[in-house]
């Protein structure tokens, strides 16, 4: 899944924060929706704080940062 966040309104003071969800299979219409965002931002308009968010719906393991095996026995390799 995607999702593309941006500030609007005055987002360098109290902008209202947006977001649009997009489905796994739809990256590139993500990039083209945040892209429109930035033109527009460059074009005057109050948006600013323009991101897209990705998550996997399929991962294998749980997020985040976790403690090897104990019979994990990683070595550099050095020439």
Known sequence: MFVVYWLGGNPY???????????????A???????????????????GFVTLCSENPHSVGKPGVA???ADYDWKKRRP
């Open 67 to 69: 403690d090897p095996p």
């Open 29 to 47: 219409d993500a990039l083209r929706f945040a892209e429109e965002l930035r033109r527009r931002q460059a074009d005057g308009e109050d948006i």
């Open 13 to 27: 003071a109290e902008g209202t924060a947006s977001c649009k969800r997009f489905d796994a299979n739809a990256l």
